[in-house]
């Protein structure tokens, strides 16, 4: 059992959204199982690894086939982490957004999730680099906030414990502040860093180190090469890994690893047995390493890998083709994993009259635009739709009456209706002057 500050530094779930868990069940309605004392919840690691696996999956779709809302516990849990201001320009009006797009993976795992002003949002949903951003900082800026939250879990839980693990954390604030130092409060780095700077101080017999990078490089330096034999077998005193940005095994601390070494050969990198350490599979990154490469060997045990297995897409039962065209389930490649299948509903692709023209395939003598005069839609391509787009009301310019100036009103030409979407979305200005 890990307490929870051990927990949020090792699997990035705050302690906060953690007693949330156990209380509120998401993905699959099982909440988190805990055990409490002395007002400190702790949790098996057992446990938390099979939770982080579910939200790092797809998750299910709404009963009405819609995508997955974010959990209440789970939005307020991205806006603490970026003190409700959108890291790119600082604004403190602002959104959950999705990292990877939720259309393509389903996945509300807060590690998918930023908080951006609605501007950005937008920006970064439609593809676009925000002025001066790319999207690759729009990642850097997620990576950085959450290292920010992991080290003050730690300065709360009293878990960095060695002078070395203050130094390293030292130099990861420092660096995490270039990069969200505007986002990040003045007053809540700057206690971050003065609880670091009491644990460097309290080790006796060490010189007073300024808290200035290269000062603090040049120390953890001398420091590694003085103590090499005690030093962290798995990050090797850096505290951190190119795969874990908090050490799991020392937890950051570099040498104080607190009788966890019994832990190595769970958190020990191997290749990733999908993709046999390519970090591709068919052509695109492998979904069991992320294109990393590598998997924890204990999370590799544990993992359903059969999950990936091609199987016959179930729509079209492996022929690539539904209703002339090539299948929406498979986008006619015929084989879809297993995982996936599984959690689909493809109950969303049933054909239903549409419910514009009720079936008919016409709406006001022309063909029906919902369904351009096809007669049936998908229901879950339905239940998203905003039919009240095509609802005719009286046309703006005119306001109905048909005539502009004498003549057929050039915005519904003489036909008095235009529908509501159109009309939303339409430039009216053109007709000024």
């Known amino acids: 059992m890990i307490n929870e500050y051990e927990a949020a530094v090792e699997y990035g779930f705050s302690p906060d959204l953690l007693r949330w868990l156990t209380e509120n069940a998401v993905v699959d309605g099982v909440k988190l199982p805990f055990n409490e004392k002395h007002k400190v ?3 098996s690691r057992k446990d938390l690894d099979e939770l982080d696996s579910k939200m790092s999956g797809k998750w299910p779709l709404s009963s009405k086939g819609k995508r997955p809302h974010v959990p209440e516990g789970i939005a307020n849990e991205i806006k603490r982490e970026s003190y409700c201001c959108c890291p790119i320009c600082h604004r403190n009006q602002g959104e959950v957004a999705h990292i990877n797009a939720v259309a393509k993976t389903l ?6 999730l930023i908080f951006l002003c609605p501007n950005h949002h937008s920006e970064y949903d439609l593809g676009y680099a925000a002025k001066n951003v790319s999207i690759e900082d729009v990642k850097a800026f997620k990576e950085a906030l959450r290292r920010f939250s992991k080290h003050q879990w730690a300065i709360k839980g009293k878990i960095i414990q060695s002078y070395l693990g203050a130094l390293n954390t030292a130099v990861s604030l420092l660096e995490i502040h270039e990069v969200v130092g505007k986002s990040v ?4 780095f700057a206690a971050a860093m003065k609880g670091v700077a009491k644990a460097i101080d309290a ?10 990078l290269e000062s603090l490089k040049g120390e953890i330096k001398d420091y590694t090469a003085s103590h090499s034999e005690q030093l962290c077998p798995l990050c090797h005193g850096k505290g951190a890994t190119n795969y874990y940005d908090v050490c799991p095994i020392c937890l950051g601390n570099g040498d104080s690893t607190d009788g966890r070494e019994d832990l190595l050969a769970y958190y020990e990198l191997i290749d990733c047995p999908l993709c046999e350490g390519s970090g591709r599979r068919n052509g695109d990154d492998c979904p069991g390493c992320d294109g990393d490469r590598k998997v924890p060997r204990g999370w590799a045990d544990n993992h359903d890998w059969s999950q990936y297995d091609l199987i016959d897409c179930p729509l079209c039962e492996g022929s690539g083709k539904r209703n002339g065209d090539d299948c929406p389930g498979c986008d006619g490649d015929r084989k879809v994993p297993r995982g996936w299948a599984d959690k689909q509903d493809w109950s969303q692709y049933d054909l239903i009259d ?10 006001n003598g022309d063909d029906c635009p919902g369904c351009d005069g096809d007669r049936k839609v998908p229901r ?18 005119c306001e109905g009456l048909g005539k502009r100036y004498g003549d057929d009103c050039p915005g519904c030409d003489g036909d008095r209706k235009v529908q509501r979407g159109w009309a939303d979305n339409h430039d009216w200005s053109q007709y000024d002057g």
């Open 185 to 188: 409060d003045d007053k809540v």
């Open 107 to 112: 996945c509300n795992h807060p590690k998918n």
């Open 354 to 363: 549409c419910p514009l023209c009720e079936g008919s395939g016409k709406r």
């Open 203 to 212: 080790k006796k017999g060490r010189p007073k180190v300024t808290l200035k």
């Open 41 to 43: 919840y702790y949790f």
């Open 380 to 397: 879950g391509w339905a239940d998203k739709q905003d039919w009240s787009q095509y609802d005719l009301i009286d046309c703006p310019l």
